[in-house]
């Protein structure tokens, strides 16, 4: 068996309630210096020393004992009641930790799943909203950077009817507290905030901003902002490209 196999079986061994095979395997990991099972059985017999802790003792004497067994009309025997009734009691607050860890781990699990298809639903969300506009039968296509020796480069799609997509590379890092704002530029009019985004290590990003573009729309355009955005371009741009071709 590997480790995985016999890690349900640590806390029964520590409590010398393990069984064939798996004691004898973990008796065999043990012997030769498994790391993942020494580590698991210190565990284990800490929380075995957790139990036994929580218990006060208090045992009569002998000779006690059985005068209060015979007081009652108990005749003394090698094996009463009590140590069954006990040894029931221990195994019964063994299974609730045991089994109240387990539950903890499957929940803990099931939280980390759940964040992950939460994740990957909001990406594939946002990876439809860019297919729509990219394969839209209005949308128009903008290169920007194109044979400059340096970045950044990469293209715009626009439609009228429902966004844009900027998809770059070679973008500058930003500095820390700072971010990329992107802008829709009307003809002769005031820049409107086209939303935040950031690059990848690598200096590329994906960026969609989802709506109807003003009629009168011209260019995308990219600033560097403070982290919460600006109302209006602080910065020169990095780069703009045309869409003025988009709108009849």
Known sequence: MNCNDLRDYYELYALGLAEDPERGEIRAHL?????????????????????????????P?????????????????????????AGALVFSVIAGVYFAGRERDVARELDRVTGISRQQNMELTRMNEVLAIINGADTRVSTFGGGKSTPPSGKVFASPTQGVVLIAANLPPVPAGKTYEMWVIPKGGKPQRAGLFQST??????????????????LVAVTVEDAAGADAPTTTPLFAAPIRALVP
């Open 61 to 85: 004497s002998a000779k006690l004992r059985r005068r209060i067994l015979a007081s009652a009309g108990y005749e003394q025997r090698g094996f009463g009641w009590a140590p069954a009734l």
């Open 31 to 59: 012997n030769r210096q498994c790391e993942v099972c020494m580590k698991g059985m210190k565990q284990a017999r800490e929380t075995a020393a957790m139990l036994g802790s929580t218990a006060i003792p208090a045992a």
């Open 201 to 218: 290590a690598d200096g590329s990003a994906l960026h969609v901003q989802r709506g109807r573009l003003d009629p009168n729309a011209d």
